[in-house]
């Protein structure tokens, strides 16, 4: 029943989003474990308008947030307004109380807009004044970040981005997608209406099915051998990827991962963990907590490559050690 939902959700993303079936799969995966998704790609590769087209698809309340230089922690989060009638503060609530915040351009702002944002998305509260608000269940932050033009933009401190259960590098579309979507785009008759699908109620019990997806213990060691291996690659073999690492994954990458093979074993119909479900999700939970150092940027090395590395070179059946 979950499955034929969750279907039909993505065919009715299909009737406005071309190609980009990755990312659809990742937003549902963060939707379906509570975990906040940030995607990453140069302009007109449909970011924006995934996210806007998921959100129709929900019954859930959404908002979408345009980052810009100017824009204050209260333009986010909402402040306290004098009301001249009743001669006494109000609370005006902000736009992150909704279930979806797609925060467009989330390095367009400084810091402390950033740190509000990301201190709601960790608490899931707010606090106004002197009264915290809790937010509504489910809450869920999708950001977009431009990697170009870099000039004026306040880039995440990697603290921060380590709260993103997952960053998602969009690809160009192949030419038979992106044929289609020009093909659309200059249709003027071309509608872009999608029917609501699925529900709040729908939602939690997606997330209790998932929570019941079975991982075998030798995969979860595996997943502890993968995020130990950034941390300490000589101990794995791995001198020559060690020069380019300064900081290893944090534990937030084991919870990740775990969650996020559960999730992809259920999309796929299954109620147990595969190998290969941890190795589909670990560039996306682990590309934004490995952090390289110059000589990886002198090298032109990145952390995809160094995930496949890591990929090709821990066993699965290795246990966990004394370490």
Excluded: C, W
């Excluded at 130990?228 to 794995?236: D, G, L, M």
């Excluded at 670990?282 to 110059?294: G, K, S």
Aim: aromatic share 6%; proline share 5%; no cysteine.
């Amino acid at each position: 029943m979950h499955q034929e939902k969750i279907q039909e959700v993505i065919n009715e993303v299909k009737k406005v989003v071309v190609g980009q079936d990755k990312m659809v799969n990742r937003l549902l995966i963060g939707l379906f474990t509570n975990g906040h998704i940030l995607l990453e790609g140069v302009p007109g590769l449909a970011k924006t308008l995934t996210v806007n087209t998921l959100s129709k698809v929900l019954h859930l309340d959404f908002k979408r947030i345009q980052f810009t230089p100017d824009l204050l922690p209260s333009d986010l989060v909402g402040t306290m307004i004098y009301n001249q009638q009743n001669a006494n503060f109000e609370v005006k609530k902000g736009p992150i109380f909704s279930n979806i915040i797609l925060a467009d351009e989330v390095n367009r702002s400084p810091a402390k807009v950033q740190s509000a944002l990301l201190e709601a998305m960790q608490e899931k509260q707010v606090t106004i004044g002197e009264t915290t608000y809790t937010l509504d269940k489910p809450f869920l932050v999708l950001a977009t970040q431009n990697p170009v033009d870099q000039e004026g933009t306040y880039p995440l401190p990697e603290a921060q981005v380590d709260r993103f259960m997952m960053k998602v590098n969009i690809d160009y579309p192949s030419k038979i997608d992106e044929l289609e979507v020009m093909r659309r785009m200059t249709n003027a008759h071309f509608a872009s209406e999608v029917n609501p699908i699925l529900d709040k109620e729908d939602i939690f019990s997606i997330r209790n099915a998932i929570n019941d997806v079975q991982i075998a213990e030798a995969l979860e060691n595996y997943i502890i051998e993968l995020v130990f291996s950034t941390r300490f690659p000589e101990k794995y073999g791995m001198q020559e990827e060690a020069k380019y690492i300064q900081f290893g994954a944090s534990p937030r990458a084991s919870i990740n991962l775990n969650l996020g093979a559960k999730a992809i074993a259920f999309l796929d119909g299954r109620d147990y963990v595969l190998p290969e479900d941890i190795k589909s999700i670990a560039e996306d939970v682990l590309n934004h907590r490995i952090i390289l150092n110059y000589e990886a940027e002198a090298d032109n090395v990145s952390t995809r490559d160094l995930i496949h590395k890591i990929l090709e070179k821990i066993p699965l059946n290795k246990t966990i050690g004394a370490r």
